[in-house]
């Protein structure tokens, strides 16, 4: 069975600074694989996505991330964040076939501070 | 284009009682899934109509059921709802026709419940 692991509960991070949310995953090919963002209040947004092809996947409001097949990875990281970026975080792992769902992690909380 | 919309936004309810929640999809999206979010749980797919038929289900009990109209809006219903079932419900539609996770789900800013 897919799944995926956030370890990282909560995370603080200075305005200006680099972040990187990690992701690992288990699942028995090569998935499909997804960082969606949620703010207070808010449904989930999908930041970024890797299916095939290169590893290194850019997404919407300045966040990339790595697929990493040996190392079972799919961290999110962004240069340098801003305070609107303070939301929770959610990796998520799907099949590349039929139609199964997406299975995700328990979410990484972001804080940013001054 | 509007986005998902799910209606009401807050429910209390009380043990034993049952309640219905709707989402509306964006216009032309078919597939509609359903998520249950709590703290301790996390995100867990329910299930998920495609053209009004049951195409997918997640693991939940019976009390847990849903339907999708002809217009791609979609109702979920708890019965006898237990404490346990407090929870933010997230709606997702999709316009991919065969269900994987190959499209983008939209998701819906949700419904949250709260059973007393």
């Known amino acids: 069975a897919q799944s995926v692991t956030q370890p990282d509960i909560h995370i603080t991070v200075s305005e200006g600074a680099s972040l990187e949310l990690r992701c690992n995953y288990s699942y028995g090919a090569t998935p499909y694989l997804f960082w969606y963002v949620q703010s207070p209040g808010q449904g989930l947004q999908l930041l970024l996505k890797?299916?095939?092809?290169?590893?290194l996947v850019q997404g919407i409001k300045g966040f990339e991330a790595e697929f990493k097949r040996s190392q079972s990875s799919f961290n999110l990281r962004k240069p340098s964040v801003h305070w609107s970026d303070a939301a929770e975080y959610f990796c998520a792992v799907g099949p590349n076939f039929g139609n199964e769902k997406l299975t995700f992690g328990t979410g990484t909380r972001l804080t940013i501070i001054p | 284009k509007a986005g998902v919309t799910q209606t009401p936004r807050y429910l209390i309810k009380t043990r034993g009682q049952q309640v219905t929640l709707s989402c509306s999809p964006i216009s032309g999206h078919r597939s509609v899934s359903w998520y249950q979010q709590t703290p301790g749980q996390g995100l867990q797919f329910l299930f998920e109509y495609f053209s009004e038929t049951q195409r997918n289900k997640g693991n939940f009990p019976g009390r847990f059921s849903g339907r999708q109209f002809s217009n791609s809006r979609s109702e979920m219903n708890v019965s006898t709802l237990e404490l346990g079932d407090s929870a933010l419900y997230l709606c997702a539609s999709s316009s991919h026709p065969t269900g994987g996770v190959g499209d983008e789900q939209f998701f819906g800013p949700g419904t949250r419940l709260t059973v007393l």
């Open positions: 890797y299916f095939s092809g290169d590893t």
